[in-house]
T-cell receptor, first 116, second 113 residues
Framework: DTEVTQTPKHLVMGMTNKKSLKCEQHMGHRAMYWYKQKAKKPPELMFVYSYEKLSINESVPSRFSPECPNSSLLNLHLHALQPEDSALYLC???????????????FGPGTRLLVL | DQQVKQNSPSLSVQEGRISILNCDYTNSMFDYFLWYKKYPAEGPTFLIS?????DKNEDGRFTVFLNKSAKHLSLHIVPSQPGDSAVYFCAASATHATNKLIFGTGTLLAVQP
């Protein structure tokens, strides 16, 4: 089973709202990722969590706040977003560094976010 | 600086024929390469990968070829089926440094019945 689930599927929010995106995997993976994908562009890495610790932050604005409550869950808290933040937000997971030499990342279906 | 490039934005192939999708990279530190398939408004689905210690990997109808000296990889789909119509992304990582994936810009494959 290589399933990563994401909720909600769609989200519309105003620029003053606070919302959260959720991601879950039950594959025992120890690395989890947030990507952002704009239309007709490749996914771009935002954050990497490794063993529940933030290991990479790709200079993402502070209005995006990741959280990894446990090894199966990854949240992305959103506050004071801008219309240009509208995109498909993808979560992925992989076995985790040190467990395999070369890892495959498995992606969830994404959350389509629209900021008005 | 685009480290992974897919120079063909689109490709159209007849059902039953071979589809060949190409990808070039510039970073010689990349040692693991993957192909993902993506339908609109869905997440990428992993298809096949190849380590830099190999030059070919095959899984059913999908074969990936790696030419390290040319920094080039290709995905062959034989025979192509209408359900293969999607955007295909190649991705690369330098696994000894980080498990960060760098994606190419994608190729839209259309398989005509």
């Amino acid at each position: 089973d290589t399933e990563v689930t994401q909720t909600p599927k769609h989200l519309v929010m105003g620029m003053t709202n606070k919302k959260s995106l959720k991601c879950e995997q039950h594959m025992g993976h120890r690395a989890m990722y947030w990507y952002k994908q704009k239309a007709k562009k490749p996914p771009e890495l935002m954050f990497v969590y490794s063993y529940e610790k933030l290991s990479i932050n790709e200079s993402v604005p502070s209005r995006f706040s990741p959280e990894c409550p446990n090894s199966s869950l990854l949240n992305l808290h959103l506050h004071a977003l801008q219309p240009e933040d509208s995109a498909l937000y993808l979560c992925a997971s992989s076995q985790g560094p040190g467990q395999t030499y070369q890892e495959t990342q498995y992606f969830g279906p994404g959350t389509r976010l629209l900021v008005l | 600086d685009q480290q992974v490039k897919q120079n063909s934005p689109s490709l159209s192939v007849q059902e039953g024929r071979i589809s060949i999708l190409n990808c070039d990279y510039t970073n010689s530190m990349f040692d693991y390469f993957l192909w993902y398939k993506k339908y609109p408004a869905e997440g990428p689905t992993f298809l096949i990968s190849i380590s830099s210690i190999k030059d070919k990997n095959e899984d059913g109808r999908f074969t990936v070829f790696l030419n390290k000296s040319a920094k080039h990889l290709s995905l062959h789909i034989v025979p192509s089926q209408p359900g293969d119509s999607a955007v295909y992304f190649c991705a690369a990582s330098a696994t000894h440094a980080t498990n960060k994936l760098i994606f190419g810009t994608g190729t839209l494959l259309a398989v005509q019945p």
